[in-house]
Each structure stands twice: as structure tokens, then as C-alpha cells.
């Protein structure tokens, strides 16, 4: 079989890309054989488009979007494989000043506790219906998405509906910060570094990471069409074990400056090398006085099994699109969207990972709210949460 190594890959400039920019510009993937360019777009229907359409060969793309894409939701049924996770975690809420405030004045004990903000979300909501305001609005990058999603498990837990209570969204990442500035949104979902460029520029407030609201959340995957996969098995296996060394080489603390150069390039992310580094480390500024917030767990990019594909994280996935009507709860449909993730080609490209670190949830998710997820129970699962009409 004769397979084209000239490869062309799509990506949206976050930091939860830098396993693939990292694999190309390190050179990981030449010393595979493969030719990459990196192809920088600015959303997600961009992306999925052209990955669908062969016009990219693989993509940085939301793992949500992949099961999407699978399951034929939203869009034409084009079958997608993620052999390789680019990342856990990563994503956090900001509001905007004046929404914090709010919710400050309105919480009852920690604002810090998600549980505690997401009733005094609820309490916000209420009185700004009483009061005849408008519904309070939030970015998110996709309705496929894991902002999307994680918007809505948060909001959902402390007593907000997420379709009759605020507004809900789409925004491209890049376009976030300016949305929430110009007061098109009084808060936003979205990946590093666009929160912190918020903070810097003292028009938003980080209120959660959402590692707090979910302790291992599948984020965004290298994709590829699942005909391409059959048609190049040696250039995916080579593909992917470039993204294993990068991944490795940026886990390691030393070599987080140069990783923060190289993803800090006008035609990668482009943003200041310091917000990344930040992002990195795993310590953001979260108000525009300086305060900061530390999470290991901010963005697990190699850590932690962080890459091998989880199939668990995809049933969770699937149990989120069920549960806000986005397609209907079937045995069939839940085995097309496990099957999305590989990490059996994880496995053989890069190697069978060690055990589970200690610490890590038991479920595999990890949520602050309701009870431990079971893929051999979905149904089970969506049945304990109550809010009217879900």
C-alpha cells in the first residue's frame, strides 16, 4: 500500500493543541517520514468540515464533535476515529466583572465551591427574571462541545435550566474575549490561554477551572476520517507516536519555556509566551488584582494516561447529548460513540501505558455533582438528574 506521507492537519489556536504543533515543530513527525503542515483555522465547523471532506487528513478537534460526526448529528455522517487524546481538562468559566459580583453577593459560603456558585447562579437568574431583565448569556465554542456540556452540568446542578434560564451561545474561541468585553456575553467557556488573556486585560474574572466541575474531562483528540485509518494504518500509527514523544517532551517542567516559544509563534496561537506558561504550570491569575489559582489538574496533556483514548470519557459524552436532547438513548448509538476512541491504536503506536496514578476518580469522570458515572448504565445514570422537562 502506497500512503502518501504529505500530510495536512487542521488546528484552533489553544494550548490543548500543543501536543500536535510541539510533534511538528520539534520535528518528531519528521523523524517519523511524514511531511506535516499545520493548517490554523478559527472554528470548530471549520475544522470538522474540511477534516470531513478530506480536505485536512487529521484534525485537533473536540471529542465531542467526533462522536457527532460519528453519529451523524448536526451535520452529515462522516465515521472519525481518535486514536490520540491532546488533552484533559484545560477549559474554565469567566464572567464578567459585574457577573461576579453578583454571584458574590448572592452565594451563600464558598464561591469558590462549584456547587455553592452554581446556586448562586441560580439565585442571579431568579431575581433577574423578577426584575425583567434579560437572560444572562455564555460563550461556548460549539453546541458539540465540552464547554457546552460542562456549562450545563455545572448551571443544572445547582437548579439553573441551561435551555429556559440563560442563553447559551457559539462563539470561536479566539472571539471570546472581545464578545465578553463588548458585553455580547456575561460569561464564557473556553480553553486556555483565552481565559487568562481576559484576566490580563481586566475585562473577566476566572470563576472555575473545570477540573473542579469534572476531575478528568476528554477535551480535544487528533482526529482522523475512520476510511482514511483503513487506508493508512502505518502513517496513523506513525502519526500518533510522534504525538506520544511530543507529549512526553511537554509534560517535562524543563522544557515548558521553549514549548511556550514555540506555541506562543504569530501563526500558532499567538499570545504572549508567559499566558502559556501559566497555562502549563497549571497556575492562572484569575481576577485582574493578581490573585492566582493553582490545579495540577488544569491540563493534563501526557500525565496521568492523559492521551490514551478513553472510552469511558466517550460514553460520558454520549450520556451529555442524551441528556439535552441532541439524539435519542439507544444501546446501537452508544456503541458507535464508544468506539470513536481507540486506544488500541493508541496502544500499539505508543505502548501499553502503566496503572492508573493514585488519586484519580474511580468512574474515570470524576463530576462535584451527582453520582458516579457507569457506561453499562446510562439510562440508569440520566434518571437521577431532575430538572424540569430533562
Not at 152 to 175: H, K
Request: hydrophobic share 50%.
Amino acid at each position: 500500500m502506497n500512503e502518501d506521507p504529505r500530510l495536512r492537519i487542521g488546528f484552533i489556536p489553544l494550548a490543548d493543541a500543543a501536543a500536535l504543533i510541539v510533534a511538528v515543530d520539534k520535528g518528531f513527525t519528521t523523524d517519523e517520514g511524514l511531511d506535516v503542515e499545520l493548517k490554523r483555522e478559527v472554528s470548530w465547523s471549520n475544522v470538522r468540515d474540511k477534516l470531513n471532506i478530506g480536505l485536512f487528513d487529521a484534525a485537533h478537534l473536540l471529542a465531542p464533535v467526533a462522536i457527532a460526526s460519528s453519529l451523524g448529528l448536526g451535520h452529515v455522517r462522516v465515521p472519525i476515529l481518535a486514536p490520540f487524546n491532546l488533552g484533559l481538562n484545560g477549559n474554565a468559566i469567566t464572567v464578567s466583572p459585574d457577573l461576579y459580583a453578583a454571584l458574590a453577593a448572592s452565594v451563600e459560603g464558598d464561591l469558590a465551591n462549584p456547587m455553592n456558585s452554581a446556586k448562586a447562579m441560580a439565585r442571579v437568574v431568579a431575581e433577574r427574571r423578577a426584575r425583567g431583565r434579560d437572560p444572562l448569556a455564555f460563550g461556548m465554542t460549539f453546541p458539540f462541545s465540552t464547554h457546552n456540556y460542562q456549562l450545563r452540568f455545572w448551571m443544572a446542578a445547582g437548579g439553573v435550566n441551561p435551555d429556559e434560564d440563560v442563553r447559551l451561545v457559539v462563539l470561536p474561541p479566539p472571539y471570546m474575549v472581545e464578545s465578553l468585553a463588548n458585553k455580547h456575553v456575561d460569561a464564557f467557556c473556553v480553553g486556555a490561554p483565552w481565559n487568562s488573556v481576559a484576566v490580563d486585560l481586566g475585562v473577566g474574572r476566572i470563576l472555575h477551572f473545570v477540573s473542579e466541575i469534572l476531575a478528568r474531562a476528554a477535551e480535544k483528540v487528533l482526529a482522523v476520517r475512520e476510511r482514511w485509518a483503513q487506508d493508512n494504518p502505518n502513517l496513523l500509527l506513525r502519526l500518533v507516536r510522534a504525538h506520544g514523544r511530543a507529549a512526553g517532551f511537554i509534560e517535562e517542567s524543563d522544557n515548558h519555556a521553549e514549548v511556550a516559544a514555540i506555541l506562543a509563534a504569530p501563526n500558532r496561537i499567538g499570545v504572549d509566551a508567559e499566558v502559556i506558561m501559566r497555562t502549563l504550570a497549571g497556575r492562572l491569575k484569575v481576577s485582574p488584582d493578581g490573585a492566582v489559582r493553582t490545579s495540577n489538574r488544569y491540563l493534563l496533556v501526557g500525565r496521568a494516561n492523559a492521551a490514551r483514548p478513553d472510552p469511558v470519557q466517550a460514553a460520558w459524552l454520549y450520556a451529555q447529548m442524551v441528556r439535552w436532547k441532541q439524539t435519542e438513548l439507544s444501546d446501537t448509538l452508544l456503541a458507535q460513540a464508544v468506539a470513536v476512541f481507540r486506544p488500541d491504536i493508541y496502544d500499539q503506536a505508543v505502548g501499553v501505558p502503566g496503572p492508573m496514578p493514585a488519586g484519580e476518580p474511580a468512574d474515570g469522570v470524576g463530576a462535584f455533582a451527582g453520582p458516579a458515572f457507569s457506561p453499562k448504565d446510562v439510562a440508569g445514570y440520566l434518571r437521577t438528574w431532575a430538572i424540569p422537562g430533562r
